[in-house]
């Protein structure tokens, strides 16, 4: 999963799709990883995948474990420092670029809300 900013220090967030698990929350772009596959491995492809960008830097932001009702999932969240290419929506996703302090309202995913916490406690996206 990646956190992408844009100059203005607002980060990317996607709108799960109609007949997926959780469909119409919205979430961080980048999602499971191939059984076996490297989780920066896996971040690139998702994020190409996705958003039609080439990752070129990341850094490990945050792993973390939510439980939903019948689903654990682990969660490996990096900070993307610099990629290629415009982020949109190749998926036909809806995309929405919003400031760290406006997430919480968002429609996020229960399991994404220790990534806000976080985000709002560093000053990089800012």
């Given at each position: 999963?990646?956190?992408?900013?844009?100059?203005?220090?607002?980060?990317?967030?996607?709108?799960?799709?109609s007949?997926?698990?959780?469909?119409?929350?919205?979430?961080f772009?980048?999602?499971?990883?191939?059984?076996?596959?490297?989780?920066?491995?896996?971040?690139a492809?998702?994020?190409?995948?996705?958003?039609?960008?080439?990752v070129?830097?990341?850094?490990?932001?945050?792993?973390?474990?939510?439980?939903y009702?019948g689903?654990?999932?682990?969660?490996?969240?990096?900070?993307?420092?610099?990629?290629?290419?415009?982020?949109?929506?190749?998926?036909?996703?809806?995309?929405?670029?919003?400031?760290?302090?406006?997430l919480?309202q968002?429609?996020?995913?229960?399991?994404?809300?220790p990534?806000v916490e976080?985000?709002?406690?560093?000053?990089?996206?800012?």
């Amino acid at each position: 999963m990646g956190v992408l900013a844009d100059a203005q220090g607002r980060v990317l967030i996607n709108q799960r799709r109609s007949g997926t698990h959780l469909e119409g929350f919205w979430e961080f772009p980048g999602g499971k990883l191939n059984p076996g596959e490297d989780p920066r491995v896996g971040l690139a492809r998702e994020l190409a995948e996705e958003l039609g960008v080439t990752v070129l830097d990341a850094e490990p932001l945050l792993t973390l474990r939510h439980d939903y009702p019948g689903q654990r999932v682990r969660l490996d969240v990096w900070r993307v420092t610099r990629y290629l290419g415009e982020p949109s929506s190749v998926e036909g996703q809806p995309l929405r670029w919003l400031k760290p302090a406006d997430l919480s309202q968002a429609g996020l995913l229960p399991a994404d809300a220790p990534i806000v916490e976080t985000l709002l406690s560093q000053a990089w996206y800012s």
